[in-house]
């Protein structure tokens, strides 16, 4: 009888719980991805089966793919969902021309570098060879100097940055078409490097490389926009669906008018959030009262201040002098008056700030500035701090109690890893690229890559901030492995916390139910992997508003 009576219970149990799957509302969805493992960013560790869209909006996000009716399923096989990557730092422009120009990021040695550009000068008689991205670090530190081109370069001007964008280097034709000589005074916020004689090398710093710039021809309309093609779609094959857009040396006015101009003739498929240098905050004002920020695609962000240069030009500014050159602490590129007015017409008229501070005592510039601003609160302005690469352990809890968004770059670390040491020693670089210090002291921490000035690929920067392996091989345990994250809280920085950012928390960043189809399918899960790996992750397919931008070839 107890048998029987247990059998009983049983039978009911499956009679009921087949009933409320049954009585569960069916979802209509245009596309449903299943038999995956989905993470939601949106839910602490949480995963699921499967993802469906309607239109540009996700509509399911759950176990049950049954309950989906769907005009098409795709069988994930296993496959990664996670919500579409967000690099919250990137120079978009001139990233896409330097796809299309020379590359000098890998050259190991003087003679490398002056055959690639010589080579280019070759292939592009009388045009300007510009972009490149080298360091001299890995030529054991020297500077180049005009004169190893000057011989084969007599009629092509060259004008090419280091990878930290702080530092450019001229030939002598380049040089006189700037009209920089030995006369010629350094600029305030730069400096023109000059040999024992007084003659400038060709190395420009900072403010110094506006002098070069302006001498530039600007590029076509048509140019610009194959910038910005190829830059897309090398974002869209590493599964991004959005990019911060950080001003650089270019003309403003001509960036925006370039991507206005892609959206208009439905060019545009990755997401596009623009700031412009802080002096044009007025400009920038009036246009959006005039025009508003833009719509869901392309938009008028806010704006940018540089408060200081880079570590790798010697620029970074400091309380206390570098190791490696005592005399030389730094310096501000802008006057602290200057900043105080800026920050304060930009915050007055409701635009938020990304604001450029490298050495510590720039990042404590920045913060007294902030804390003074009238009526300014966290929540609302969304101000940022770019690159934040070394704060002292009291700017970090600082920031964090501020709710100062901290936006890094975590390829620097491995890459200025290999000598940042040497230039600031052993108790400033405690608390260098302080990722995990950052989460410690309850930061908001978002990740993105500084391109060109570093690789575009955020698996590069995940590996970075999960191991810190300096690219030379020399810290196999992670170089200050205190500091490193989990990939679960390198994923967040790629996608939740970017778009808190810019104030897309609720429609972006997570794949929840009603907000944007933007998702990023990767081939592999970046959790279960040898974290020196992550750097191979591939990506099978990048969706935007529910539409497949990007399909990896079979």
Known sequence: ??????????????????????????????????????????????????????????????NDPDRVVADARVDLAGRFVMPGIIDSHTHFLEGGAGLLSVDLRDAATKEQFISRLVNAADGSPGRWILNGNWD???????????????????????????????????????????????????????????????????????????????????????????????????????????????????????????????????????????????????????????????DALLRWEGVKLFTDGALGSSTAWFHEPYSDDPKNTGFPIISMEELKQSLQGAHAAGLPMALHAIGDRAIDSLLDAVETLDGWSAETARTRIEH???????????????????????????????????????????????????????????????WPVAPLSPFLGMQAAVTRQTIDGANPEGWYPLQKVSVEQALKAYTAVPAYAVGDESSGGALAVGKRADVAILDDDPRRIAPETLRDVTVWQTIINGEVVYRAAE
């Open 1 to 62: 009888m107890r048998h029987i009576f247990i059998l009983t219970i049983a039978l009911l149990s499956l009679i009921l719980s087949g009933c409320n799957k049954a009585s569960a509302p069916s979802v209509e969805a245009d596309t449903i991805y299943f038999n995956g493992v989905v993470w939601s960013s949106h839910e602490q560790d949480h995963t699921f089966d499967a993802i469906a869209f309607r239109g540009d909006r996700i509509v399911y996000v759950g």
């Open 136 to 294: 001299h670090t890995l030529w054991g530190g020297e500077l180049p100097h005009r004169d190893w081109l000057d011989a084969d370069t007599v009629d092509t001007p060259i004008f090419v940055m280091r990878i930290d964008g702080h530092m450019g280097f001229a030939n002598s034709h380049a040089l006189a078409l700037a009209g920089i000589d030995e006369r010629t005074p350094d600029p305030i916020g730069g400096e023109i490097v000059r040999d024992a004689s007084g003659r400038p090398t060709g190395v420009l710093k900072d403010k110094a490389v506006s002098m070069i710039v302006e001498a530039i021809p600007s590029p076509t309309e048509e140019e610009l926009l194959d910038y910005l093609t190829a830059a897309q779609s090398h974002a869209l094959s590493y599964g991004m669906t959005e990019v911060h857009v950080m001003p650089g040396f270019a003309d403003e006015s001509r960036t925006l008018q370039t991507f206005q101009t892609a959206h208009q003739r439905g060019l545009l498929k990755i997401r596009v959030r623009l700031y412009s240098p802080i002096s044009q905050w007025q400009q920038v004002a009036e246009r959006v009262a005039r025009e508003g920020r833009g």
């Open 388 to 450: 934040f690469q070394h704060p002292t352990q009291a700017a970090i809890d600082r920031a964090a109690r501020l709710g100062i968004i901290l936006s890094v770059q975590p390829y620097h670390a491995v890459d200025d890893g290999r000598w940042a040491e040497d230039k600031i020693g052993a108790s400033r670089a405690s608390t260098t690229y302080p990722f995990k210090g950052i989460l410690a002291a309850g930061g908001l921490m978002a990740f993105g890559s500084d």
